[in-house]
Nanobody, 121 residues
Framework: QVQLVESGGGLVQPGGSLRLSCVVS????????MGWYRQPPGKQRELVAT???????NYGDSVKGRFTISRDNAKNTVYLQMNSLKPEDTAVYYC???????????????WGQGTQVTVSS
């Protein structure tokens, strides 16, 4: 029932900017953590950024100072503002959420289908 839908990916030149959005829908009691991970071609998935309900953030070292994560709890939406993009940022970006569907049910990890971000001249 829970769904995560990303949007905002695309092709951008080095130094450009993009903003990704992810909307969570379905049976939701609480969302503990939301965030973004990415997987470059032929490489492992890596952390981009996460944010808790209270607003605490965590960033991967490679994106600190360039990317900003935020969330709108009322809309169950998480955003990723990406500035000063580099070719190394090229990857499929996946939305992540840790969700409890109802009271007394253990939290589960959910993932979106991913959106492609390509940084190239």
């Amino acid at each position: 029932q829970v769904q995560l839908v990303e949007s905002g990916g695309g092709l951008v030149q080095p130094g450009g900017s993009l903003r990704l959005s992810c909307v969570v829908s379905g049976s939701i009691f609480s969302i503990n953590v939301m965030g973004w991970y990415r997987q470059p071609p032929g490489k492992q998935r890596e952390l981009v950024a996460t944010i808790t309900t209270g607003g605490s953030t965590n960033y991967g070292d490679s994106v600190k100072g360039r990317f900003t994560i935020s969330r709108d709890n009322a809309k169950n939406t998480v955003y990723l503002q990406m500035n000063s993009l580099k070719p190394e940022d090229t990857a499929v970006y996946y939305c992540y959420a840790q969700i409890r569907s109802s009271v007394g049910v253990a939290a589960r990890n959910y993932w979106g289908q991913g959106t492609q971000v390509t940084v190239s001249s």
